[in-house]
């Protein structure tokens, strides 16, 4: 069974920093993308980061590009996400998702399958 199971976020004021951690088990299917995602309050989901577990390759959205940085551990799967400068508009449910690998890995929401539960991040001015 493919599980995320997620860590870390919480509340910071403006140009703080924060951590959010995922570990993915019971997926074993060779190369795969692995995000972090995030949901404003009645918006759709976005993407943050992804990467490519075969290259390493990673996508920064452009409001995050600088500030954030995505980092992978292997071989037990542990995406982390390292917000730095972060703002109030970064405020949001930050979820985790992975899916196989079929082109390069993208950075829209439906493209991934496999879902963690979301962990907050609240930026306060």
């Known amino acids: 069974q493919v599980k995320l199971v997620e860590s870390g976020g919480g509340s910071v004021q403006a140009g703080g920093t924060l951590k959010v951690s995922c570990v993915l088990s019971?997926?074993?299917?060779?190369?795969?993308?692995m995000g972090w995602f995030r949901q404003h309050p009645g918006k759709e989901r976005e993407g943050v980061a992804v990467?490519?577990?075969?290259?390493?390759?990673?996508v920064y959205g452009d409001s995050v590009q600088g500030r954030f940085t995505l980092s992978l551990e292997q071989p037990d799967y542990t995406l982390n996400l390292q917000m730095t400068s972060l703002k109030p508009e970064d405020t949001a449910m930050y979820y985790c998702?992975?899916?196989?690998?079929?082109?390069?890995?993208?950075?829209?929401?439906?493209?991934?399958?496999?879902w963690g539960q979301g962990t907050q991040v609240t930026v306060s001015s």
């Open positions: 998702a992975a899916d196989r690998q079929w082109t390069d890995c993208d950075s829209l929401p439906s493209s991934y399958n496999f």
């Open positions: 019971g997926y074993h299917s060779g190369n795969i993308c």
């Open positions: 990467i490519a577990t075969k290259d390493g390759r990673i």
